[in-house]
């Protein structure tokens, strides 16, 4: 998929503020979040739609966006991680893992640019709690 970015952060053309990677998934701060700590999950193998995953690969991808909701809800200090999944502007499987709490919502019109320095504060707090 030579012009998704996603598989070229996959193949580490492009170098995302990565905050979770192992051999099936990679996991990122979004660029344009709702609120700081909005985390895609990806899996690595090029996959358009979600429902298109076999059972294991939708359930085992669903557990690892579980087990780093735990860490962004811990790290960020919110009361909930917020799930989003569309796929129409990045045609690659991704999953928005969005900390919220009461009287937040999550509407992608929320989304705006973040500094380089933002993320970089945000990537620290989250890294400290997967040591």
Do not use: W
């Amino acid at each position: 998929m030579g012009d998704c970015i996603f598989c070229k952060f996959v193949n580490k053309e492009i170098i995302p503020k990565i905050i979770y990677e192992d051999e099936k998934y990679l996991a990122f701060l979004d660029i344009n979040p709702m609120y700081p700590g909005h985390t895609l999950l990806i899996p690595k193998k090029h996959t358009d739609y979600i429902f298109e995953m076999s059972k294991e690969e939708y359930t085992d991808y669903f557990l690892k966006a579980k087990e780093l909701s735990k860490i962004l809800k811990s790290a960020i200090g919110t009361e909930k991680v917020g799930m989003s999944i569309e796929g129409f502007l990045v045609r690659h499987a991704h999953i928005h893992l969005i900390p919220i709490n009461p009287g937040m919502s999550i509407d992608s019109c929320l989304q705006k640019p973040a500094s380089e320095e933002e993320l970089n504060k945000v990537l620290e707090k989250i890294k400290s709690k997967t040591k």
